[in-house]
């Protein structure tokens, strides 16, 4: 069976991404973001939102251990900063319902979602640039960042909150990057 850590980095919809991934029959846990990687017995690894920069803890020591990664919010910032690419303020600032144009058909993990897909996303601070090795999968008016993946190496970020009931196709961004984390552990 599959299993996934939700690293905690302290956001108000961490619990409900284990909650949709445990919906899902997935045997998830959800763990603090000071755990070291080597102590994580998952398959996938899903680095969750929060608040701010400053409450990560080892987050970005998950980036370089081979498994695969899906960053939420703050979780794809992360990835952003930590793999050199650049993070800055948002235009737009807090949570709305945005629409975002999947610009990827092929990508495994949002390439199957409507090309015009509504999603719940915060732009308070979002990915400025891509890190080295990222394609650009997907964008909106409101944020030129709203999706990346490195599918050579496995790491995939969402500006969104697939959790979220008000995401419209949230279960199947979370089935795709379980399909990921399978072929992976094959």
Same mark, same amino acid.
């Given at each position: 069976?599959?299993?996934?850590?939700?690293?905690?980095?302290?956001?108000?919809? @961490?619990?409900?991404?284990? +909650?949709?991934?445990?919906?899902?029959?997935?045997?998830?846990?959800?763990?603090?973001?000071? @755990?070291?990687?080597?102590?994580?017995?998952?398959?996938?690894?899903?680095?969750?939102?929060?608040?701010?920069?400053? +409450?990560?803890?080892?987050?970005?020591?998950?980036?370089?251990?081979? +498994?695969?990664?899906?960053?939420?919010?703050?979780?794809?910032?992360?990835?952003?900063?930590?793999?050199?690419?650049?993070?800055?303020?948002?235009?737009?600032?807090?949570?709305?319902?945005?629409?975002?144009?999947?610009?990827?058909?092929?990508?495994?993990?949002?390439?199957?979602?409507?090309?015009? @897909?509504?999603?719940?996303?915060?732009?308070?601070?979002?990915?400025?640039?891509?890190?080295?090795?990222?394609?650009?999968?997907?964008?909106?008016?409101?944020?030129?960042?709203?999706?990346?993946?490195?599918?050579? +190496?496995?790491?995939?970020?969402?500006?969104?909150?697939?959790?979220?009931?008000?995401?419209?196709?949230?279960?199947?961004?979370?089935?795709?990057?379980?399909?990921?984390?399978?072929?992976?552990? @094959?």
């Amino acid at each position: 069976m599959t299993t996934i850590a939700v690293v905690d980095n302290h956001g108000q919809f @961490t619990h409900l991404e284990q +909650r949709a991934l445990r919906d899902l029959g997935v045997d998830c846990e959800l763990v603090d973001n000071d @755990t070291p990687p080597e102590d994580l017995e998952a398959d996938g690894i899903v680095l969750s939102g929060g608040p701010d920069m400053n +409450r990560i803890g080892r987050s970005a020591d998950y980036l370089e251990d081979g +498994r695969p990664v899906l960053g939420i919010c703050l979780g794809m910032q992360i990835m952003a900063n930590a793999l050199d690419g650049s993070v800055g303020g948002g235009d737009y600032g807090g949570y709305a319902d945005v629409t975002v144009d999947i610009l990827e058909e092929a990508d495994p993990l949002i390439g199957s979602l409507a090309p015009e @897909t509504r999603v719940w996303a915060s732009h308070a601070d979002e990915v400025k640039t891509l890190p080295t090795g990222f394609t650009l999968t997907a964008s909106s008016d409101v944020c030129g960042v709203e999706a990346m993946s490195d599918t050579e +190496r496995n790491l995939y970020g969402v500006q969104w909150h697939p959790e979220v009931a008000h995401t419209a196709e949230g279960d199947e961004v979370f089935e795709n990057f379980l399909a990921i984390v399978e072929s992976a552990s @094959t």
